[in-house]
């Protein structure tokens, strides 16, 4: 068995540009690639975005039950303060539309911007004035803590209720439960 390390050349630069697919055996027990086609589409088919407060949808791309994460793209269209929460685990974020930010921070979210978000982490969101839509893609590992000011858990949301809640919406908009089965990993 070969190391590769970072010496190790490419297979184009040893000249193999041959355009054939890997034929070994596949590793066992490893699940199917998830493809969402046209996932940045924000005028999509509206069943898609799963209903989670006045106002807030989000619209699943991937619910790893296996390792405690989500996917999803969530919109806003209101402003004021969403929720005030702490991180059990990291949060990646790519704002897609509008702009946002949390109270206990001085940075701000925008539009084409990334943010990092370590566990441990409370923050308040806010969605300002003169925000008509916020939209932001959000990778969460873990789960939100839903605080208090003080600190006080008030609720969790994690993959298993982000899934729940998407079963639910798509069997009541005539798409079926099992459509958020292709969304799960």
Not at 7 to 19: A, C, F, I, R, V
Not at 32 to 55: G, I, Y
Not at 60 to 86: A, D, E, M, T, W
């Amino acid at each position: 068995m070969t190391t590769i390390t970072t010496e190790t050349m490419s297979l184009q630069e040893k000249g193999d540009n041959t355009p054939i697919a890997y034929q070994g055996p596949n590793l066992p027990n490893v699940p199917k690639d998830l493809v969402v086609t046209d996932a940045l589409n924000l005028n999509c088919d509206e069943r898609l975005w799963v209903p989670q407060s006045p106002d807030i949808w989000f619209r699943p791309l991937c619910f790893n039950v296996s390792h405690g994460y989500f996917v999803n793209i969530l919109r806003v269209r209101k402003n004021g303060i969403l929720s005030r929460h702490r991180h059990t685990g990291p949060v990646h974020a790519t704002v897609l539309r509008g702009r946002w930010h949390y109270l206990e921070h001085d940075w701000w979210a925008e539009e084409g911007g990334y943010a990092f978000e370590p566990p441990g982490d409370i923050h308040t969101l806010e969605v300002p004035e003169g925000v008509e839509e916020m939209v932001t893609l959000f990778h969460v590992t873990g789960a939100y803590v839903y605080v208090d000011p003080q600190g006080t858990a008030l609720g969790v949301e994690d993959v298993f209720s982000k899934l729940i809640a998407a079963r639910k919406h798509y069997e009541d908009v005539g798409l079926g439960a099992g459509f958020v089965d292709q969304f799960v990993r």
